[in-house]
């Protein structure tokens, strides 16, 4: 019985293949019929379906971001994904010539080139509209495919995509990193032309609104801190009142913690931060004390001293403010205790803000490891299907390569 299957199946496999070469036959050759075009076109078709069967769990965010948790919880040392050097020179030299032309630009944008034997064509920099729901990948697509169209003869070109930011991978339309994938390989059936994707940035799904992590706040890390495993933890966190992380974010966080280069820069101190809004609250409704008002605002601006110029750990930066609090001289005359309330109030908000800050450090700590993995788990997953014609990874710059430690 096993034996039938296994022949029929075998059989299958054969008039597949059959009909793959005879398709292949009729495909390329000059005679062409417009019978055998529509052929070629409807193979297309079915390959694209099997390939976007491939990539499909990637379509499927929710899906996604679970597996890349997991991932990320046994992950070692992140490696950017890079491009081969000979493809990093080339993007090197274009970027040169578009920044010439159109000065260095910071915030996202794209640009691409068609190179071709005779000639090689720049288009962009493209930039997104978000209010018309664009990102500048789209511009991208578009112009190529409609040069690639007008073109004559593309054959043995080369489309070469640069986007500062990686192209996205969740979006509330297809994502740009799954157009795009898509469309180099059908740029490469229909034109024999290779795409090389080029990035600076990982954005992973969503960039900065990556929300993965956003329930990450001070009493949580502190808790993943204080406890050894995932089910102390739990214990810890509900004693408290705190709705526990699931465990491969308890990971995550918990392999962040003990990494021993983990010190942070406690970056804006910025007056309208909400700790010391709260402080100034403390008057609030009391217009005749604008004198102590004035002298706290004397205080928190003299306390731009704390800034660290270096990196500091989190129990350095907390101690900071009680000892400042304590060595303070308020310059008007101030009942001992109006000064005791005001650098008690001090202290308080100084913890309060340092927490908040520290924690949105490692939010932010996080967020972009999650979406480093997600760009390299994401290219490791399709460049089996699609080496051939396509080539993703982040450009290196030469002052970053002199740049790596010894
Ligand atoms: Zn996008």
Same mark, same amino acid.
């Given at each position: 019985?096993?034996?039938?299957?296994? !022949?029929?199946?075998?059989?299958?496999?054969?008039?597949?293949?059959?009909?793959?070469?005879?398709?292949? %036959?009729?495909?390329?050759?000059?005679?062409?019929?417009?019978?055998?075009?529509?052929?070629?076109? #409807?193979? /297309?078709?079915?390959?694209?379906?099997?390939?976007?069967?491939?990539?499909?769990?990637?379509?499927?965010?929710?899906?996604?971001?679970?597996?890349?948790?997991?991932?990320?919880?046994?992950?070692?040392?992140?490696?950017?994904?890079?491009?081969?050097?000979?493809?990093?020179? #080339?993007?090197?030299?274009?970027?040169?010539?578009?920044?010439? *032309?159109?000065?260095?630009?910071?915030?996202?944008?794209?640009?691409?080139?068609?190179?071709?034997?005779?000639?090689? &064509?720049?288009?962009?920099?493209?930039?997104?509209?978000?209010?018309?729901?664009?990102?500048? $990948?789209?511009?991208?697509?578009? +112009?190529?495919?409609?040069?690639?169209?007008?073109?004559? @003869?593309?054959?043995?070109?080369?489309?070469?995509?640069?986007?500062? /930011?990686?192209?996205?991978?969740?979006?509330?339309?297809?994502?740009?990193? !799954?157009?795009?994938? %898509?469309?180099?390989?059908?740029?490469?059936?229909?034109?024999?032309?290779?795409?090389?994707?080029?990035?600076?940035?990982?954005?992973?799904?969503?960039?900065?609104?990556? /929300?993965?992590?956003?329930?990450?706040?001070?009493?949580?890390?502190?808790?993943?801190?204080?406890?050894?495993?995932?089910?102390?933890?739990?214990?810890?966190?509900?004693?408290?009142?705190?709705?526990?992380?699931?465990? /491969?974010?308890?990971?995550?966080?918990?392999?962040?913690?003990?990494?021993?280069?983990? @010190?942070?820069?406690?970056?804006?101190?910025?007056?309208?931060?909400?700790?010391?809004?709260?402080?100034?609250?403390?008057?609030?409704?009391?217009?005749?004390? *604008?004198?102590?008002?004035?002298?706290?605002?004397?205080? &928190?601006?003299?306390?731009?001293?704390? !800034?660290?110029?270096?990196?500091?750990?989190?129990?350095?930066?907390?101690?900071?403010?009680?000892?400042?609090?304590?060595?303070?001289?308020?310059?008007?005359?101030?009942?001992?205790?109006? %000064?005791?309330?005001?650098?008690?109030?001090?202290? +308080?908000?100084?913890?309060?803000?340092?927490?908040?800050?520290?924690?949105?450090?490692?939010?932010?700590?996080?967020? $972009?490891?999650?979406? +480093?993995?997600?760009?390299?788990?994401?290219?490791?997953?399709?460049?089996?299907?699609?080496?051939?014609?396509?080539?993703?990874?982040? &450009? +290196?710059?030469?002052?970053?390569?002199? %740049?790596?430690?010894?």
């Amino acid at each position: 019985m096993c034996k039938k299957k296994c !022949l029929k199946t075998l059989a299958r496999y054969e008039a597949d293949t059959r009909t793959d070469r005879h398709d292949r %036959q009729t495909s390329c050759g000059p005679f062409c019929t417009p019978e055998d075009c529509v052929n070629v076109a #409807t193979k /297309n078709l079915t390959d694209t379906k099997s390939f976007l069967g491939d990539i499909l769990s990637w379509a499927d965010t929710q899906t996604s971001v679970k597996k890349l948790l997991l991932h990320l919880k046994f992950k070692q040392a992140t490696d950017h994904v890079l491009l081969d050097k000979s493809i990093n020179k #080339t993007f090197l030299e274009f970027q040169h010539n578009i920044t010439e *032309e159109c000065g260095a630009v910071d915030k996202q944008h794209s640009w691409a080139v068609i190179e071709k034997q005779e000639e090689i &064509i720049m288009y962009g920099p493209f930039y997104p509209k978000y209010n018309k729901g664009k990102h500048s $990948e789209d511009f991208i697509i578009k +112009q190529t495919q409609e040069l690639l169209e007008s073109e004559a @003869a593309s054959e043995g070109g080369k489309v070469y995509v640069f986007t500062k /930011n990686s192209p996205c991978l969740a979006r509330n339309t297809d994502a740009c990193m !799954l157009n795009l994938v %898509q469309k180099a390989k059908e740029w490469w059936t229909v034109y024999r032309v290779k795409t090389h994707i080029g990035y600076v940035k990982c954005w992973g799904f969503k960039g900065n609104k990556e /929300n993965v992590f956003r329930d990450i706040h001070f009493s949580q890390v502190d808790c993943i801190d204080q406890t050894e495993d995932y089910e102390s933890y739990v214990k810890a966190a509900e004693e408290t009142d705190l709705n526990p992380a699931c465990e /491969n974010v308890f990971s995550a966080v918990k392999r962040l913690l003990r990494s021993a280069d983990l @010190a942070f820069i406690n970056t804006v101190q910025d007056q309208g931060c909400k700790s010391f809004k709260r402080m100034h609250s403390i008057f609030d409704g009391k217009p005749e004390e *604008e004198k102590d008002i004035q002298e706290l605002n004397r205080m &928190i601006k003299a306390a731009q001293v704390l !800034l660290p110029d270096k990196k500091e750990s989190l129990e350095e930066h907390l101690r900071k403010g009680p000892t400042f609090a304590f060595e303070y001289a308020f310059s008007s005359q101030m009942s001992d205790a109006k %000064q005791g309330q005001i650098r008690l109030t001090f202290q +308080q908000c100084w913890t309060e803000m340092v927490q908040d800050k520290y924690a949105k450090f490692i939010r932010e700590k996080l967020t $972009e490891d999650f979406n +480093q993995c997600t760009v390299q788990l994401f290219i490791k997953d399709v460049v089996s299907f699609t080496k051939e014609y396509l080539q993703i990874g982040r &450009i +290196q710059f030469p002052e970053e390569a002199s %740049q790596v430690p010894q």
